[in-house]
């Protein structure tokens, strides 16, 4: 009986291509972000084609091909260090804070922005407003009359309260809405209405450029 060759083993070539195909299967919704971030692990971890082909088996369009490889007769060259570190420390950095932000994505009442823009209204009563970002930027416009107060975690993020969060001068008293904003790679600003008619804050990079 003749033993079957062993597989041949993959590298970060082949490694990328598959997380490539699950990076676009996330951002069409064919997988959520838990399962973006379990799956771009193994794929990462893997050591053969086969690994990696039951990786996307489930997805439109089937196993990626093979990326093609350089000539037996050329020289092979070898990826530093840390360039391989980096390939692999971004993903699990991204595939972290997506689990982390995906959970209070759901749990997001009132709003919540993933690659792209979102404005929520706050209307007079509201004692708590809840959003969430990831890859986006939130705006949440409280009423006249109200002080705002932020609460939450962002990852790679900021939360910008102006006029919005301060207190009236004399030691006046006003309803207070408590923003709970929680996210990653993004931003969120609580604004008044005259703010937000001006477009929102300034980004914190404009201020600094013009230092």
């Known amino acids: 009986m003749t033993a079957e060759p062993p597989e041949m083993r993959i590298g970060d070539r082949e490694r990328k291509a598959t997380d490539d195909r699950l990076r676009t299967a996330l951002d069409d919704g064919v997988l959520t972000l838990v399962e973006y971030d379990e799956r771009t692990r193994q794929a990462w971890a893997a050591r053969t084609q086969r690994e990696l082909d039951v990786l996307v088996a489930d997805i439109p369009g089937g196993a990626p091909a093979p990326a093609p490889r350089a000539a037996e007769t050329a020289p092979a060259q070898r990826t530093p260090w840390h360039e391989r570190l980096g390939k692999a420390v971004v993903p699990l950095v991204i595939g972290v804070a997506a689990v982390f932000v995906g959970g209070h994505l759901v749990t997001a009442d009132d709003g919540a922005s993933v690659f792209g823009n979102r404005t929520v209204q706050a209307t007079p009563g509201d ?42 001068p004399g030691g006046a008293t ?35 450029d013009d230092d």
């Open 127 to 168: 004692g708590e407003v809840q959003v969430g970002t990831l890859f986006g930027r939130t705006e949440v416009v409280v009423p006249p009359g109200t002080v705002a107060r932020t609460t939450g975690t962002m990852i790679f993020g900021s939360t910008s309260c102006e006029q919005a969060c301060r207190l009236p």
């Open 174 to 208: 006003l309803p207070e809405v408590v923003v709970d904003a929680n996210g990653a790679f993004g931003n969120v600003q609580v604004v008044t209405p005259a703010e937000a008619a001006q477009g929102g804050l300034p980004d914190r990079d404009d201020d600094d």
